[in-house]
């Protein structure tokens, strides 16, 4: 599980706990893994409702808060677009 911290989120700008009850971060894949048993052995402060909420680490957990990974398809091909670009100039220059 991975423990979302509302005292920390700021507006749909979510904040998760860091591993080891260090810190905070705004990316799941960077939050600390907390065990079931660990966060069930101390609801009050890993899964209160107020403060803090423990999250299945998984797409459906996340989508439980509406949160979405997602990527604007037009932004995706102006950068490939541009790498593709810049690839054809390295590539006259080391043939060239």
């Given at each position: 599980?991975?423990?979302?911290?509302?005292?920390h989120?700021?507006?749909?700008?979510?904040?998760?706990?860091?591993?080891?009850?260090?810190?905070?971060?705004?990316?799941?894949?960077?939050?600390?893994?907390?065990?079931?048993?660990?966060?069930?052995?101390?609801?009050?402060?890993?899964?209160?409702?107020?403060?803090?909420?423990?999250?299945?680490?998984?797409?459906?957990?996340?989508?439980?808060?509406?949160?979405?990974?997602?990527?604007?398809?037009?932004?995706?091909k102006?950068?490939?677009?541009?790498?593709?670009?810049?690839?054809?100039?390295?590539?006259?220059?080391?043939?060239?």
């Amino acid at each position: 599980m991975i423990i979302l911290s509302l005292k920390h989120s700021e507006g749909t700008k979510p904040c998760f706990w860091r591993p080891d009850d260090a810190g905070y971060t705004t990316i799941p894949w960077s939050a600390g893994i907390y065990k079931k048993d660990h966060v069930e052995a101390n609801p009050k402060y890993y899964n209160n409702g107020y403060d803090t909420l423990a999250v299945e680490f998984s797409n459906e957990g996340l989508e439980s808060i509406g949160f979405r990974c997602s990527m604007d398809l037009k932004k995706v091909k102006e950068l490939s677009r541009q790498v593709k670009i810049q690839r054809g100039k390295d590539e006259e220059v080391s043939n060239g």
